[in-house]
């Protein structure tokens, strides 16, 4: 079984950041692709993030140039950092990873960029 754990999540300024980390555990092997998605109410689930096994990112366009996605392979973590964040980043945040074909998802963390 692989569980992965989300946290960092929580209340923000306009123009804060967050970092939101999510941690995998279990049968970890070589992991294909991990990454970040995000569903606000009333709104289609957006792929905010990515990074594929050869290091290689995508960013939806409206994180480009905000928010970084990486990873710490010792700690099978991948992290979210979210500068000059803004309402409309207001959502649910779901990390995944995907290995041997398979995809596993985080419980999810609440981030709200209000005032």
């Known amino acids: 079984q692989v569980q992965l754990v989300e946290s960092g999540g929580g209340l923000v300024q306009p123009g804060g950041s967050l970092r939101l980390s999510c941690a995998a555990s279990?049968?970890?092997?070589?992991?294909?692709?991990m990454g970040w998605y995000r569903q606000a109410p009333g709104k289609q689930r957006e792929l905010v993030a990515s990074?594929?096994?050869?290091?290689?990112?995508d960013y939806a366009d409206s994180a480009k140039g905000r928010f970084t996605i990486s990873r710490d392979n010792a700690k099978n973590t991948v992290y979210l950092q979210m500068n000059s964040l803004k309402p409309e980043d207001t959502a649910v945040y779901y990390c995944?990873?995907?290995?041997?074909?398979?995809?596993?998802w985080g419980q999810g963390t609440q981030v709200t960029v209000s005032s």
């Open positions: 995944y990873i995907s290995q041997l074909g398979r995809t596993y």
């Open positions: 279990g049968r970890i092997f070589s992991i294909n692709a």
């Open positions: 990074l594929n096994s050869g290091g290689g990112t």
